[in-house]
Nanobody, 126 residues
């Protein structure tokens, strides 16, 4: 069982930065592939970024490539995944969700994920 808690959302101006954190509980967290997704009002949830457990390989949606960076801290008692968001745009406004999948490969597909956090709001003003 894995529990995920996101934090770090808030209000930012266009061009600014925010860093989201996802604290995971679970003894085998470091074997899980992790992802970030987002959902804007009236839109479907979409993939943002993912990280593979084996070698920390990363994947990004085209819309955030070069601006966002996913990373993880697997050190003992530091089961945290981060999403560093730079050069924010108003279209980045959404609720951001952290997710974990036990297969470990990381994925852009919502259906591949087994556990989800409650989400954190990110609002970017123009």
């Amino acid at each position: 069982q894995v529990q995920l808690v996101e934090s770090g959302g808030g209000l930012a101006q266009a061009g600014g930065s925010l860093r989201l954190s996802c604290l995971a509980s679970g003894r085998t967290f470091n074997r899980y592939g992790m992802g970030w997704f987002r959902q804007a009002p009236g839109k479907e949830r979409e993939f943002v970024a993912a990280i593979r457990w084996s070698d920390d390989g990363t994947y990004y949606a085209d819309s955030v490539k070069g601006r966002f960076r996913i990373s993880r801290d697997n050190a003992k008692n530091k089961n945290t995944v981060y999403l560093q968001m730079n050069s924010l745009k108003p279209e980045d406004t959404a609720v951001y969700y952290c997710a974990a999948e036990y297969r470990g490969g990381g994925s852009s597909m919502i259906g591949q994920y087994d556990y989800w956090g409650q989400g954190t709001q990110v609002t970017v003003s123009s």
